[in-house]
């Protein structure tokens, strides 16, 4: 079973298949890979499962099928309260659901836990063919090999053709890939405070956080996972989060949040907090209890390889062969992922309808809040579908 090594983790329920009609909905399901899986930098990757839930009924016909793909630290759970292997409520739960946006009485929405996260699919914190986790030794993954674990996923699903694919972040640039790999299984395409290759920036910001878990005295090239309750590098972890967290908001919301005050009855000049320290070490702590370092470093990594022009000549190239109906839009306050980053794809995407801009004052973390207007985004989409 493939946990998060935390001592405040809770377990996983039992795995229970494959989905089968009728399932009840986010209910979390696994499936098996029956070959192992030949990645991108070489070699392959033996004994993959893939985690994932579902919403709303299948079609006969399989045409009401929606795919729906997390950021670096999300998970399946998209929507749905917090339970047994749940930490926390679906991180787009005002989305999904009986007469929302993605509207579960009309729509089947499938989501699955990204291969090398921590959330029930194969990744570093899996046990390995022979005994032991992957841990150090887990092969480095590309945006493409997590891609084709998902249409070995869709395949077993019966589902030939997506009505649409959505992400945001990480998300969205599995779901770009998804539609430059197979077009014909993308009917619609939202993408969401993404990028078509990771720029030097965002690869620095990547570096400094992988830098702070590899750091950490307790990483040990990454096999720390044998090390039992509360081992591992959860400091390092923690100094990544905090880094990239302050890279998701925007300068005037902490500003207008924070100031300069002090948290609570603690004085920054006897060693207390200021309140945005406060909130950078919650968000942290919230991490650490429920994230792997072994999985951050491979998503991580992955992202920073991301370049959806990669041996098809080039950016443009390789949007051109999208087919599918496009919507892009990013934060106008985003700094980490910038609007210029999505007019690129907007502009290069020949179904695209433009760029379209979220208003928020919550930086890229923008995508995730805004929920109504991500809702909007999604249902101009999903009205063009038959």
């Given at each position: 079973?493939?946990?998060?090594?935390?001592?405040?983790?809770?377990?996983?329920?039992?795995?229970?298949?494959?989905?089968?009609?009728?399932?009840?909905?986010?209910?979390?399901?696994w499936?098996?890979?029956?070959?192992?899986?030949?990645?991108?930098?070489?070699?392959?990757?033996?004994?993959?499962?893939?985690?994932?839930?579902?919403?709303?009924?299948?079609?006969?016909?399989?045409?009401?099928?929606?795919?729906?793909?997390?950021?670096?630290?999300?998970?399946?759970?998209?929507?749905?309260?917090?339970?047994?292997?749940?930490l926390?409520p679906?991180?787009?739960?005002?989305?999904?659901g009986?007469?929302?946006?993605?509207?579960?009485?009309?729509?089947?929405?499938?989501?699955?836990n990204?291969?090398?996260?921590?959330?029930?699919?194969?990744?570093?914190?899996?046990?390995?063919?022979?005994?032991?986790?992957?841990?150090?030794?887990?092969?480095?993954?590309?945006?493409?090999?997590?891609?084709?674990?998902?249409?070995?996923?869709?395949?077993?699903?019966?589902?030939?053709?997506?009505?649409?694919?959505?992400?945001?972040?990480?998300?969205?640039?599995?779901?770009?890939?998804?539609?430059?790999?197979?077009?014909?299984?993308?009917e619609?395409?939202?993408?969401?405070?993404?990028?078509?290759?990771?720029?030097?920036?965002?690869?620095?910001?990547?570096?400094?956080?992988?830098?702070?878990i590899?750091?950490?005295?307790?990483?040990?090239?990454?096999?720390?996972?044998?090390?039992?309750?509360?081992?591992?590098?959860?400091?390092?972890?923690?100094?990544?989060?905090?880094?990239?967290?302050?890279?998701?908001?925007?300068?005037?919301?902490?500003q207008?949040?924070?100031?300069?005050?002090?948290?609570?009855?603690?004085?920054?000049?006897?060693?207390?907090?200021?309140?945005?320290?406060?909130?950078?070490d919650h968000?942290?702590?919230?991490?650490?209890?429920?994230?792997?370092?072994?999985?951050?470093?491979?998503?991580?990594?992955?992202?920073?390889?991301?370049?959806v022009?990669r041996?098809?000549?080039?950016?443009?190239?390789?949007?051109?062969?999208?087919?599918?109906?496009?919507?892009?839009?990013?934060?106008d306050?985003?700094?980490?992922?910038?609007?210029?980053?999505?007019?690129?794809?907007?502009?290069?995407?020949?179904?695209?309808?433009?760029?379209?801009?979220?208003?928020?004052?919550?930086?890229?973390?923008?995508?995730?809040?805004?929920?109504?207007?991500?809702?909007?985004l999604?249902?101009?989409?999903?009205?063009?579908?038959p």
């Amino acid at each position: 079973m493939n946990t998060v090594t935390t001592s405040e983790t809770t377990p996983l329920p039992p795995a229970t298949g494959a989905w089968r009609e009728g399932d009840p909905p986010g209910r979390r399901r696994w499936q098996a890979l029956p070959e192992p899986l030949r990645l991108e930098a070489g070699g392959e990757l033996p004994g993959v499962r893939l985690a994932y839930e579902t919403w709303g009924r299948l079609a006969p016909d399989r045409s009401n099928a929606v795919l729906v793909l997390h950021a670096l630290t999300g998970d399946s759970h998209v929507s749905g309260p917090a339970g047994p292997g749940h930490l926390q409520p679906g991180w787009w739960d005002g989305l999904v659901g009986p007469g929302l946006a993605l509207d579960t009485d009309r729509w089947f929405v499938v989501a699955p836990n990204v291969l090398g996260g921590c959330q029930g699919s194969t990744g570093p914190s899996s046990p390995r063919p022979g005994g032991g986790h992957w841990g150090g030794d887990f092969p480095y993954l590309t945006q493409r090999d997590q891609v084709a674990a998902e249409v070995r996923l869709a395949d077993a699903l019966g589902i030939d053709r997506w009505a649409l694919v959505i992400g945001g972040s990480m998300g969205g640039m599995r779901a770009l890939e998804w539609a430059v790999s197979h077009p014909a299984r993308v009917e619609s395409l939202l993408l969401l405070a993404t990028t078509a290759a990771a720029s030097a920036e965002q690869i620095a910001w990547a570096h400094v956080q992988l830098h702070a878990i590899r750091s950490d005295p307790q990483w040990h090239a990454g096999h720390y996972h044998d090390a039992g309750p509360g081992g591992g590098p959860h400091t390092g972890l923690g100094v990544a989060r905090r880094l990239a967290h302050v890279t998701y908001r925007s300068e005037p919301e902490l500003q207008d949040r924070f100031g300069r005050g002090q948290q609570g009855d603690e004085d920054p000049w006897r060693r207390g907090r200021y309140q945005v320290e406060s909130y950078l070490d919650h968000h942290a702590a919230k991490l650490v209890r429920r994230f792997d370092a072994g999985s951050y470093v491979v998503l991580t990594e992955g992202m920073n390889g991301h370049d959806v022009g990669r041996g098809r000549g080039g950016t443009k190239a390789a949007l051109r062969r999208i087919t599918a109906r496009t919507l892009v839009a990013g934060v106008d306050s985003d700094r980490l992922y910038p609007l210029h980053q999505q007019r690129e794809l907007a502009d290069g995407i020949p179904g695209a309808d433009g760029l379209r801009v979220i208003g928020s004052p919550y930086g890229h973390d923008g995508f995730l809040v805004e929920t109504d207007q991500v809702a909007s985004l999604v249902r101009e989409l999903v009205a063009r579908v038959p």
